[in-house]
């Protein structure tokens, strides 16, 4: 298995309700990422976990919550989002965080209402 | 934290021509220099990559070179296809947090 799988593929929530973004991969890959990316935009970097452990966190605002329940699970928790933050959420994995060359997931399409 | 300049942010050429896109960053610890593509609603893709101890890397038409002393790098493509047509995004690696900054993106237009 050589890819990241993401889950729901498209999801339409609103400002007040709770939803989760799922992430899996199954090739031992011990950094996961995620990225926000905007219409016509770069994908940002939002959250990294390296061996399970928040490695990184790019300053994101709480209703974004993530969260790594193995080495090959990540989730990403929202709540109370704003249609600011409808975008293509991008999951992403790496064997390590210094190893180069990341295994993208075909993104969940997020629409905040 | 990097600065990534990626230029140009379109191009447009014809099939069987070249297409050169030219990445510029700011770290100087920097060194590793990827090249993802992103079709329409897909996700990006590596499609070459460059450590900072080679000064060049070619895989069938698609080449990366690299300055390190004027910090840029580019993305190569010859023999150009109407299935090259996509963005893409340079994501040098910072060299103190291994993170990649992704460039602004350049949309290729491959016309037949």
């Known amino acids: 298995d050589t890819e990241v799988t993401q889950t729901p593929k498209h999801l339409v929530m609103g400002m007040t309700n709770k939803k989760s973004l799922k992430c899996e991969q199954h090739?031992?890959?011990?950094?996961m990422y995620w990225y926000k990316q905007k219409a016509k935009k770069p994908p940002e970097l939002m959250f990294v976990?390296?061996?399970?452990?928040?490695?990184i966190n790019e300053s994101v605002p709480s209703r974004f919550s993530p969260e790594c329940p193995n080495s090959s699970l990540l989730n990403l928790h929202l709540h109370a989002l704003q249609p600011e933050d409808s975008a293509l959420y991008l999951c992403?994995?790496?064997?390590?965080?210094?190893?180069?060359?990341?295994?993208f997931g075909s993104g969940t399409r997020l629409t905040v209402v | 934290g990097e600065n990534v300049e990626q230029h140009p942010s379109t191009l447009s050429v014809q099939e069987g021509d070249s297409a050169v896109i030219k990445c510029t960053y700011s770290?100087?610890?920097?060194?590793?220099f990827p090249w993802y593509k992103q079709e329409l609603g897909k996700r990006p893709q590596l499609i070459i990559d460059?450590?900072?101890?080679?000064g060049e890397k070619k895989d069938q038409r698609i080449a990366v070179t690299l300055n390190k002393t004027a910090k840029h790098f580019s993305l190569h493509i010859t023999e150009t296809q109407p299935e090259d047509s996509a963005v893409y995004f340079c994501?040098?690696?910072?060299?103190?947090?291994?993170?990649?900054?992704f460039g602004k993106g350049t949309l290729l237009t491959v016309n037949p």
């Open positions: 992403a994995s790496s064997h390590t965080q210094t190893t180069r060359g990341y295994t």
């Open positions: 090739m031992g890959h011990r950094a």
């Open positions: 976990y390296s061996y399970e452990k928040l490695s």
């Open positions: 770290d100087s610890a920097s060194n590793y």
């Open positions: 460059i450590r900072s101890n080679v």
């Open positions: 994501a040098p690696e910072g060299g103190s947090n291994y993170k990649l900054t």
